[in-house]
């Protein structure tokens, strides 16, 4: 008999979210999988857990925690906050238990993507998590711009180092959507901060802690607009003497559309115009 694997979800930041649930199971499986020892070993204390605790993080070979599962051992795997294998060590772990038909158990909690995303007040019928963006600002630019054409709820974890940069990148892409900023969820000092991606990019520096953006999906209407609408109301603009810039930039939001899409559609225009002329 193979042991059972418990992804048990710990608290975001408020210890009451621990469940009675996966208070009993960490008392009782043979090991705890952690992936931070001394973090989880704080939490242990809290609820007086005196089950045997091993490191398992992204460097940890999730292979060394096979073994004691094959041995009939029951292991409970922990993140340092919410959900293990959301954004967090487990989810290679998970994929090499099923492969040896291996019971995965969940045991559900805390996680920051959902208590943010019911909390934004936008649309939670449909919605992608998008984690973390790429470091690279080549990749997280070809991410954001994938991500540009979809209708749901857009939701990232991010670092609070980059967040003004990433919000203005995400205003340059995605054009001035609604997004919500869930701050500190749980803990003493959560805040919703509501507004466009432009305003909150203007509005953030360098928030202290943790936090989650979510951000409203292209608009179907937006997508379905005719190209000669916002096109005409550049031209316009550029005949009553606006420049390029400002005439991008006040079309992009006018419509909701990214200032990129605007900028194509221009070329895409100027260009028809010079093939019209060498005809
Ligand atoms: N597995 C976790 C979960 O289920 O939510 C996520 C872990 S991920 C490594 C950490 C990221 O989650 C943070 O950078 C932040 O974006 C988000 N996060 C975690 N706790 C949070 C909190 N209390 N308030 C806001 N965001 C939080």
Redesign the pocket.
């Known amino acids: 008999m193979t042991g059972i694997l418990y992804l048990v ?1 710990t608290p ?2 408020n210890l009451e979210d621990m469940t009675f649930r996966a208070i009993n199971i960490l008392k009782t499986v043979d090991i705890i999988a952690a992936e931070d020892t001394r973090h989880t070993r704080k939490l242990l204390a809290h609820f007086d857990i005196h089950t045997p605790l091993i490191r398992y993080d992204e460097f940890v070979d999730a292979n060394k925690i096979l073994p004691l599962l094959r041995e009939g051992k029951n292991v409970a795997c922990v ?10 060590p487990g989810a290679d772990l998970v994929k090499l238990a099923v492969a040896e038909n291996i019971t995965v158990c969940p045991v559900p909690g ?4 959902l ?2 995303l019911i909390c934004s007040g936008l649309d939670t019928s449909k919605f992608t998590f998008a984690g ?1 963006l790429p470091k690279s600002t080549k990749n997280r630019n070809e991410t954001l711009n994938e991500l540009a054409t979809h209708t749901e709820t857009l939701i ?4 609070p180092h980059r967040i003004k940069k990433i919000l203005a990148e995400m205003a340059e892409v995605f054009g001035n959507r609604p997004a919500c900023i ?6 003493i000092h ?1 805040e919703f901060i509501r507004a466009g991606l432009a305003e909150l990019a203007e509005k953030i520096d360098e928030p202290r ?4 953006i979510i951000v409203e999906g292209r608009k179907a209407e937006t997508e379905t607009a005719p190209a000669e609408n916002f096109l005409d109301v550049y031209q316009n603009l550029i005949a009553a003497g606006t420049d390029k810039k400002s005439a991008i930039r006040e079309v992009a939001q006018k419509f909701n559309l990214s200032r990129r899409e605007i900028y194509n559609a221009v070329v895409d225009l100027e260009r028809s115009f010079e093939d019209e002329q060498d005809c």
Request: charged share 25%; glycine share 8%.
């Open positions: 979800a975001i930041g993140s340092d906050a919410g959900i293990p294998a959301i954004s967090d805390a996680n920051a993507a208590s943010a973390f990232f974890y991010e670092a869930a701050r500190e969820l749980t803990k959560e802690g943790e936090f989650v």
